[in-house]
Structure formats: structure tokens, C-alpha cells
T-cell receptor, first 115, second 111 residues
Framework: SAVISQKPSRDICQRGTSLTIQCQVD?????MFWYRQQPGQSLTLIAT?????????ESGFVIDKFPISRPNLTFSTLTVSNMSPEDSSIYLC????????????FGEGSRLTVL | GQQVMQIPQYQHVQEGEDFTTYCNSS?????IQWYKQRPGGHPVFLIQ?????EVKKQKRLTFQFGEAKKNSSLHITATQTTDVGTYFC???????????FGDGTTLTVKP
């Protein structure tokens, strides 16, 4: 398993502002991902956070809106930029220790409300 | 792109009744995973199926992977109130190294 700490756990933000979510893992992991889960919905992959290089974004997500950093194998940040109410969601950091199995461990999530 | 569909969206059962959720992928999968998310919680990994036709059991839970590796099911026998939550399947494409989640089935159990 993996211990994943995310912060903030929740926040209320004003439209037009940006917020950075941090994800800290208790040990080095190969794969780190950022997911979004809107209320009552499934999990949608935003991007794969690549250590030392630019993140790989899924269709519908762009770097300008969701810049991601991953300076090392245990830490990543996701910024939600120029927020609008549509960005209100739970953002989840996820890691996989074994790229062959793909088993995912999730952080507790960061619940953002944009007013 | 890959799509993973799950039915039903909701299921309400009386405690003691059985429950099944079904997962279908638009493409052949490398493997499939199942997760459970309790209300207010985060998804927790339950199991992974890799082989065509594979069946795995965890106590009252039975997981099955289809012969074509495009569908899967989770069956819970004699549900308990602790089974409440949303069950997600996630199809894995090894080439991409990422999981695509189904829409989830939310189970409620009446005591």
C-alpha cells in the first residue's frame, strides 16, 4: 500500500483565482496521476505527472488550466487556474507502485468549491 | 478513446439480498480492476483480474472477467450494511499505463 497525503482537504475559492493542491507520498513511486471526481460522478483522469518532465494530459485537459509539477518521485502538485464554478469538484492524487499491474492508491482528495 | 460502461447506476437492496454490477469496455483490456468508494471517502482497491475468464472470490464478493476481456462483473452474496458504497470498475490498457473508470454502481442496503 501507499500513504498519500493531500492538502488542502477542502477549500472555498473565488472565481478567477488559482489554487495549488499538493500530494505527498510516503515512498518513491513510479506513476502518479491526478483525477477529478465531480459530485456523484466517476473519476476522470486529468493527467499523468511525470517526474522531471511535462505532465501527459488527457483529452479535454490542458496545461494552462491544470499545470502540474513533479519535482521528485514522492511529490506532485496540481494547480487549478482561473477557476470557475464548473471547476468545483474533488481532485484526487493517485499513485501506482507497479506499472505492470496498475493498482491505484488514492489520497483522501481535495474538495474545491468555487463561488 | 477507451470507454468503460457500468450498470446499473444505482441498486437498492434489502440486507441479505444479492447484488451484481456489470462492466463493459469498448476495447479489449489488459486487465480490469475493481474499487469501492464509501460515502465521503476515496476509492479503495479491491481486486485485479488479468486472465481471460478469470474468477476470483473475496469472502462474499465474486469477481469475473469475460472471455473476450471486454467485460467484468462483481457479485455480492447476502449483502450487509457494510457493503454500502459505490463500486467502480477500471479498465487498464497496459500500453498507456492508465486506468479508465466506469461510471460506478451505487449500492444502498436497507437493514
Amino acid at each position: 500500500s501507499a500513504v498519500i497525503s493531500q492538502k488542502p482537504s477542502r477549500d472555498i475559492c473565488q472565481r478567477g483565482t488559482s489554487l495549488t493542491i499538493q500530494c505527498q507520498v510516503d515512498s518513491q513511486v513510479t506513476m502518479m496521476f491526478w483525477y477529478r471526481q465531480q459530485p456523484g460522478q466517476s473519476l476522470t483522469l486529468i493527467a499523468t505527472a511525470n517526474q522531471g518532465s511535462e505532465a501527459t494530459y488527457e483529452s479535454g485537459f490542458v496545461i494552462d488550466k491544470f499545470p502540474i509539477s513533479r519535482p521528485n518521485l514522492t511529490f506532485s502538485t496540481l494547480t487549478v487556474s482561473n477557476m470557475s464554478p464548473e471547476d468545483s469538484s474533488i481532485y484526487l492524487c493517485s499513485v501506482s507502485r507497479d506499472p505492470n499491474t496498475g493498482e491505484l492508491f488514492f489520497g483522501e482528495g481535495s474538495r474545491l468549491t468555487v463561488l | 478513446g477507451q470507454q468503460v460502461m457500468q450498470i446499473p447506476q444505482y441498486q437498492h437492496v434489502q440486507e441479505g439480498e444479492d447484488f451484481t454490477t456489470y462492466c463493459n469496455s469498448s476495447t479489449t483490456l489488459s486487465n480490469i480492476q475493481w474499487y469501492k468508494q464509501r460515502p465521503g471517502g476515496h476509492p479503495v482497491f479491491l481486486i485485479q483480474l488479468v486472465k481471460s475468464g478469470e474468477v476470483k472470490k473475496q469472502k462474499r464478493l465474486t469477481f469475473q472477467f469475460g472471455e473476450a476481456k471486454k467485460n467484468s462483473s462483481l457479485h455480492i452474496t447476502a449483502t450487509q450494511t457494510t457493503d454500502v458504497g459505490t463500486y467502480f470498475c477500471a479498465g487498464v490498457n497496459t500500453n498507456a499505463g492508465k486506468s479508465t473508470f466506469g461510471d460506478g454502481t451505487t449500492l444502498t442496503v436497507k437493514p
